[in-house]
């Protein structure tokens, strides 16, 4: 059954709301709100959530705003972090990330893309939802702005599922999809690897045990796992074995987020001075896992590589303790597990009929954008992470992806996003709701 919607009309109305969303989203930009410090961004969504008319705003005790459009059965959520990175190396910038810049087309500045722009589009598709008359007693809108993503992906939800007590039917991430719809992504963990050994000085290295050279042994081993193929003559095979039906039952979904990889971001040691044979050592291995991968299935991986055995190293995740812009800490293992939503789910034919009937069947955005996203798919994954590690990845609540921006701005110097893509986002927004609750 198709959904009766004037989709002209919907596409009219956010046309309409370009210059109060281009106002709201410079708004955000020149406040800054980096992870842990977003009050002056959830201050501001609120004040915008009820200037347009939600029905009921919320501040929860973590920091997280929650504005509710309509009173009906289905609750229907839709997030966007509303943290930023900061800045990195100012002489990078050709404009002032805070003060931004703004074209005919595009907006520019720290977190346009990552992701302010999504709770610009969410506001404004709920503002659509009530202005055009479209909320039923089938559904309630709950607009999100969440804190501490760029930190610890999925907490704020983990916070809202568990204590505010609040599980909606679905989430839409708002994340930048680049005009497409994105089902899926794959999970990460942060692992530590601890060795050690024995000083001694450093005139006779002999007498010590060094600790930095096991670790050198182990971090071969972890490129191997990396870069290794999967032939029975290999003794550590790769990751890419998780793309074969073989040795993973989840093989096709995995080839479709990609296959995992392992990296080490970081390293660390102990020594009584320069002069001294180190005693510890210790590194940060960054984990993107696919599909068929699980916390424990890496610790062990990484357990049972031949140097890691051979050196008796201790093999860990870490947990993250952070307090929010509030002051409260609610403790997680850093673990933010893959998931992907079907092809054929209720949850993303309701946003592919929602996009399509705006909008067609291929991915469009501004002139600018347009040539670089054409030839992609429209239904796709994304490449980074996002809270859909918690809403479903942790919850099993099903999370579909639309967000107006580009991946590729994500954490980069002249961040920018599309006033072309706040619109179209803000039609999809409004539509969506009616579309799933009438189809279902």
């Not at 679905?170 to 963990?189: A, C, K, L, N």
């Not at 050690?196 to 450093?202: A, F, I, K, L």
């Amino acid at each position: 059954m198709k959904a009766n919607l004037d989709y002209n009309k919907i596409q009219k109305a956010a046309e309409g709301y370009e210059k109060d969303m281009t106002k709201f989203l410079r708004d955000l930009v020149r406040t800054p709100g980096e992870s842990c410090d977003e009050k002056g961004h959830i201050d501001r969504i609120a004040e915008e959530m009820r200037a347009v008319g939600f029905d009921k705003v919320e501040i929860d005790p973590m920091g997280n705003v929650l504005g509710y459009m309509g009173t009906g059965e289905t609750l229907i959520g839709f997030d966007a972090h509303i943290d930023t990175v900061g800045i990195g190396n100012r002489a990078n910038w050709q404009f002032d990330p805070y003060e931004g810049m703004e074209s005919d087309t595009e907006i520019g500045g720290r977190g346009t893309s990552d992701q302010l722009g999504g709770i610009v589009s969410s506001v404004y598709g709920a503002k659509i939802m009530k202005d055009l008359g479209m909320l039923s007693e089938k559904y309630t809108a709950l607009v999100v702005g969440t804190v501490q993503e760029e930190d610890c992906d999925g907490l704020c939800w983990q916070y809202i599922i568990n204590e505010d007590k609040i599980r909606p039917e679905f989430v839409v991430s708002t994340e930048p999809t680049d005009s497409g719809i994105y089902r899926g992504q794959r999970g990460r963990m942060e692992i530590r690897v601890d060795v050690q050994g024995v000083s001694c000085h450093g005139s006779a290295p002999e007498r010590g045990d060094n600790a930095i050279y096991k670790m050198a042994e182990i971090l071969l081993n972890i490129r191997d796992l990396n870069e290794n193929d999967t032939s029975d003559s290999t003794e550590i095979k790769g990751l890419v074995k998780m793309l074969d039906e073989k040795y993973n039952a989840q093989y096709k979904e995995a080839a479709f987020l990609g296959r995992g990889t392992v990296t080490t971001s970081e390293i660390f040691f102990t020594s009584p001075s320069r002069c001294a044979v180190a005693d510890s050592c210790s590194v940060s291995l960054d984990r993107r896992m696919t599909a068929g991968e699980t916390w424990e299935s890496c610790l062990d991986e990484i357990r049972a590589l031949p140097a890691v055995k051979k050196y008796n190293a201790t093999v860990s995740m870490y947990d993250y303790e952070r307090p929010s812009y509030t002051g409260l800490v609610y403790p997680i293992e850093c673990y933010f597990p893959t998931w992907v939503i079907p092809e054929d789910h209720a949850v993303t034919k309701a946003m592919e009929e929602a996009y399509m009937n705006l909008y067609g069947s291929t991915r469009s955005g501004s002139k600018e954008t347009d040539a670089m996203r054409k030839d992609r798919p429209l239904t796709d994954k994304w490449t980074f992470s996002t809270n859909g590690v918690s809403i479903m990845g942790r919850n099993g609540i099903p999370v579909i992806g639309f967000g107006p921006g580009a991946e590729a701005q994500a954490h980069a110097p002249n961040e920018k996003t599309w006033k072309a893509d706040l619109v179209k986002c803000a039609a999809v927004y409004a539509a969506l709701p009616t579309i799933y609750v009438e189809n279902r």
